[in-house]
């Protein structure tokens, strides 16, 4: 068993990543989008987003966020609203339509996959309890001060 904190995140991400691929290529199929598209709107979706901060979220460059961008609003699922204290920025936000694609693409179920479904109750559990510690932020986590004449 591979115990240092690299492996496992390793196996973990392998775990969910390649487990996904159902999911994405169900959700493609009943919006009739790239999953890079999906992920824009899912993004939007929280709230407009400037074409940066878009980017910046989706980790794509400036140039792929607006080519998903310019897909989305020709296909009426996304807008570019001025922003209110930029007048050099432009906020994406979701159309109706926009809203209407991104629930039919967030109600695709998405099933653990059968590693996690054949453990015990117990072993359930146990997983619950350390993915709890793992996203969890610590309550009594000391409040770190600079100290010295600058602080």
């Known amino acids: 068993m591979k115990t240092n904190a690299e492996d496992v995140w390793d196996a973990l991400v392998s775990l969910v990543m390649d487990s996904r691929t159902d999911w994405r290529r169900e959700a493609c199929r009943v919006t009739g989008l790239p999953f890079n598209q999906i992920r824009a ?74 590693a996690l479904t054949a453990l015990s109750a117990a072993d359930l559990r146990t997983l619950a309890g350390v993915v709890e510690q793992l996203t969890e932020p610590p309550h009594n986590a000391p409040v770190r001060r600079k100290s010295g004449p600058h602080a």
């Open 41 to 114: 709107l899912k993004r939007i979706g929280a709230g407009p987003l400037t074409l940066a901060a878009l980017a910046d979220s989706m980790t794509v460059d400036a140039p792929a966020a607006t080519v998903a961008v310019n897909s989305l609003e020709k296909a009426g699922l996304a807008a570019r609203t001025p922003h209110p204290t930029n007048t050099r920025a432009k906020l994406v936000e979701l159309t109706p339509a926009g809203r209407r694609t991104l629930d039919a693409a967030m109600s695709v179920a998405d099933k653990p996959p059968h």
